[in-house]
């Protein structure tokens, strides 16, 4: 069975940093592409990141680029989301989420809470 | 970016009523390599998204056949042939074709 299991999140104050994992099970992690997307309370679904299978390609959503790094360890079937300098705007659940063939979103996390508040 | 329109963005369904959810984009999203990259998801109360519809039409495994998706380049719509209780929740198009990819602001299904 395809898992994915987010951990890290938590109250963090505007300006400080927080990193999220998310371990992968099921299937082969190496082999496929994976994203953070984000729901702020009460609202739709925003893509936040995206990195390949070997790293090779990375892409940021504009409103995280420079503040946020993405990264994998294979090794350990683990993606993770490095966040630093957040601000209210970050309060959000963040699931990763399994790029498989033809582009889709297949599998998903249950979600790491993150609330910037002070 | 590529903007998702989605409405209604609230639908009322009696059990076994047919529904359909329009999804239109600003741009085609018919890709250079001849597929189009347009899913369907949907977000049970409290539960993680999940995907019911890839490349417009195409049923993901294990999804009940009364949803269906049909459209092309900028109109695309989602259809539910029989509303069960159990269909409701929040359904987003989302599109894949263009970076960076985006969703749909969603529609919301109520069971009357």
């Known amino acids: 069975e395809v898992q994915l299991v987010e951990s890290g999140g938590g109250l963090v104050q505007p300006g400080r940093s927080l990193k999220l994992s998310c371990v992968a099970s099921?299937?082969?992690?190496?082999?496929?592409?994976m994203n953070w997307i984000r729901q702020a309370p009460g609202k739709g679904l925003e893509w936040v990141a995206y990195?390949?299978?070997?790293?090779?390609?990375?892409y940021y959503a504009e409103t995280v680029k420079g503040r946020f790094t993405i990264s994998r360890d294979n090794a350990k079937n683990t993606l993770y989301l490095q966040m630093t300098s957040l601000r209210s705007e970050d309060t959000a659940l963040y699931y990763c989420?399994?790029?498989?063939?033809?582009?889709?979103?297949?599998?998903w996390g249950q979600g790491a809470s993150v609330t910037v508040s002070s | 970016d590529v903007v998702l329109t989605q409405t209604p963005p609230t639908l009322s369904a009696t059990i076994g009523q047919s529904v359909s959810i329009s999804c239109r984009s600003s741009?085609?999203?018919?890709?250079?390599?001849?597929?189009?990259?347009l899913n369907w998801l949907l977000q049970r109360p409290g539960q993680s998204p999940q995907l019911l519809i890839y490349?417009?039409?195409n049923l993901e495994s294990g999804v009940p056949n009364r949803f269906s998706g049909s459209g092309s380049e900028t109109d695309f719509t989602l259809k539910i042939s029989g509303v069960e209780a159990e269909d409701l929740g929040v359904y987003y198009c989302?599109?894949?074709?263009?970076?960076?990819?985006?969703f749909g602001s969603g529609t919301k299904l109520e069971i009357k």
């Open positions: 990195i390949s299978s070997g790293s090779s390609y990375i």
């Open positions: 490349s417009v039409s």
């Open positions: 099921g299937f082969t992690f190496s082999n496929y592409g």
């Open positions: 741009q085609s999203l018919l890709d250079s390599d001849g597929d189009t990259y």
């Open positions: 989302m599109q894949a074709t263009h970076a960076p990819l985006t």
């Open positions: 989420a399994r790029l498989g063939q033809l582009r889709v979103m297949d599998a």
